[in-house]
């Protein structure tokens, strides 16, 4: 068997006396989507957190593509390739869309193919490249931070929320757009509260709630034996 991109073993993490993560086990193979699903308060966020270096764990073990990463740094960690785009869209909305692409050259990236990537998932973004961020769509605005994550050529990407506050066929447009950034051999973990749309992109399911995982499988098994849990009122 290949080494998974992501392992994460027994992970605990608190906030002072507050435990929000409670032995958290959750293993990616390469190239796989992950949906991780459950309620608001589940823990989901302060799991990306954690791993993606910006909260410690005070106990547990995680290892990217085998190499353990436990209290690695954020930038330590995007060097290796691991890149979140976190809940929010973080965009530069006084900059254009250009100009928000082309920030990511500062990190040694060619800005041509920053654009070339960008343009290539999204041609919206390119028509109107000289827009102001801060004048996008929210859906346009989740591009525009997609597209930056990808211009790092990241080996596992961390999605949170990717649907928080857009329309369902905005929803319906960024997740076939998942799809086709998987198929270029990205591994992907999606974070969401809502399931259906995440799950017909994905390989495997898992379910967090009370800071564990309570179920995993393919998607069709998550959804015929967890439905109560994972859908919470989604269409």
Request: glycine residues 10%.
């Amino acid at each position: 068997m290949s080494v998974p991109i992501l392992e994460v073993i027994d992970l605990h993490a608190s906030y002072g006396r507050i435990e929000v993560l409670r032995g958290v086990d959750l293993t990616i193979p390469k190239g796989a989507v992950m949906a991780l699903l459950g309620p608001n308060g589940a823990g989901k966020s302060t799991l990306v957190k954690v791993v993606s270096g910006q909260k410690s764990p005070t106990s547990g073990d995680i290892h990217l593509a085998g190499v353990h990463v436990k209290n690695a740094g954020s930038d330590d960690l995007a060097r290796v390739g691991l890149c979140t785009i976190p809940e929010g869209r973080s965009v530069f909305p006084n900059l254009t869309i250009e100009e928000n692409l082309r920030l990511m050259s500062y990190a040694g990236i060619p800005a041509g193919a920053v654009l070339d990537t960008a343009f290539s998932y999204f041609p919206r973004l390119h028509e109107r490249r000289r827009q102001l961020a801060g004048t996008l769509s929210g859906g346009e605005q989740q591009m525009l931070a997609m597209s930056r994550a990808l211009a790092s050529d990241p080996a596992l990407l961390l999605l949170d929320e990717l649907s928080m506050g857009l329309a369902p066929i905005i929803v319906e447009e960024l997740y076939e757009t998942v799809a086709q950034i998987a198929n270029s051999g990205v591994s992907i973990l999606c974070i969401e509260q809502f399931a259906r749309t995440a799950l017909k992109v994905s390989d495997y399911a898992a379910v967090m709630t009370g800071g564990r995982i309570v179920a995993s499988g393919e998607p069709g098994e998550i959804l015929d034996t967890m439905a109560d849990v994972i859908l919470g009122g989604a269409a």
